[in-house]
């Protein structure tokens, strides 16, 4: 079977990836681009400013950008990929939505809201089921999955190992976050080189509402929020791509290191096309990770972690994953898959 996957913004950053990552998928065949007014009418070579290192895909070179409505996408869409700015997708997912597509977005819009699947398949797999309540709720024929914030899913593998092993009280991350987060047009030159910034805009608070969403119970009806208090700091730093964060954990039960690491490494993966065989890689050198080393482990798709360290009342370590391919457009293929092993598509 072949999924006809239709791609929303398909000429930024996170765009480009979900074409990188399309365009050899078994199971998906890319054949509708959206992007903005500017681009509508182009073919996708003329509207992209290509910026990854390998050419074009000569599958989409040619193809044609479609304004991004339901009314200019084709109606065998199976799936539609969104990585549209969250200002346009609060506008225009549900209008996909309702005109029956079944949307994976990487947009931060609508993650929070209690009918919207906020999922990482190995994490939460089971909360896609949301999608039942969803359509009830919204008579949609469509659907809309969201996968959570690039820095969120950094973090929040290994701590469902540790909240699996022992229990979790309380999350506190400081991220060190490479400048493609913010686009290609995100950061200046002149703002991040010789600099750090010790702020971004709305990430903190993504940070400590989505993880406890992921790690929350779905009873069949809604999910029930994870209890755990979470803290973050967000950090831009003159990295490409790659976000490293350090994360200091209180457990509900006694951890040692050697167990934590075994809860670590022994996290069960999915048996999906885009799932790591492994995904959570534990490091005992204690310079590792570091974002230009070990950012690409498993195509980009694996969470590498290190400095596992007991502390008063529980655990600290560091978490590294690349940022566009695993907390963007990997997640949101990977989402895809699920969707598919599910039935939903």
């Known amino acids: 079977m072949t999924v006809q996957a239709g791609i929303l913004g398909a000429t930024g950053a996170v765009g480009q990836r979900l074409i990188q990552l399309l365009e050899p998928h078994p199971e998906f065949e890319i054949t509708a681009l959206t992007a903005s007014g500017d681009s509508a009418g182009k073919t996708y070579r003329e509207a992209a400013k ?24 084709p109606d065998d869409l199976d799936i539609i990929f969104s990585s549209l700015p969250s200002s346009v997708g609060e506008r225009v997912e549900p209008g996909f939505c309702e005109a029956g597509y079944v949307v994976s977005s990487n947009s931060s819009n609508a993650r929070a809201d209690d009918d919207v699947p906020l999922t990482i398949p190995e994490v939460n797999g089971d909360h896609i089921d949301l999608l039942e309540v969803q359509r009830d709720e919204r008579g949609w024929d469509g659907a809309l999955v969201k996968n959570p914030n690039c820095s969120t899913i950094t973090m929040v593998p290994p701590l469902a190992a540790l909240d699996d092993a022992f229990g979790l009280d309380r999350i506190t991350v400081s991220t060190l976050q490479a400048v493609s987060g913010a686009g290609y047009s995100g950061v200046t030159s002149m703002e991040i080189i010789d600099n750090a910034i010790p702020h971004i805009g709305g990430e903190e608070k993504k940070m400590e ?3 406890r969403k992921l790690l929350g119970e779905f009873d069949g009806a809604e999910v ?21 964060e350090n994360v200091w954990t209180d457990t509900a039960e ?10 670590l490494e ?17 490091y005992e050198e204690p310079d590792r990770p570091q974002p230009r080393l070990d950012r690409d482990k498993e195509n980009g798709m694996a969470i590498a972690t290190g400095g596992v360290q007991s502390t008063d009342g529980g655990l600290q370590f560091n978490c590294l994953a690349h940022n566009t391919m695993r907390g963007a ?3 949101s293929i990977l989402n895809g898959e699920l969707l598919l092993e599910k039935g939903y598509i």
């Open 50 to 73: 290509w910026r990854i290192n390998i050419p074009i895909p000569e599958s989409v070179a040619e193809m044609t950008v479609r304004e991004t409505s339901p009314d200019d996408v």
């Open 209 to 211: 509402t989505e993880s």
């Open 224 to 244: 029930q929020w994870h209890d755990a208090r979470v803290d973050a700091s967000c950090n831009r730093i003159p990295t490409l791509d790659g976000h490293l």
């Open 254 to 263: 006694d951890a040692t290191v050697d167990a934590a690491i075994e809860a």
């Open 266 to 282: 022994s996290y069960p993966t999915m048996d999906l096309h885009s799932s790591p065989d492994q995904l959570v890689h534990v």
């Open 329 to 331: 457009a990997g997640a």
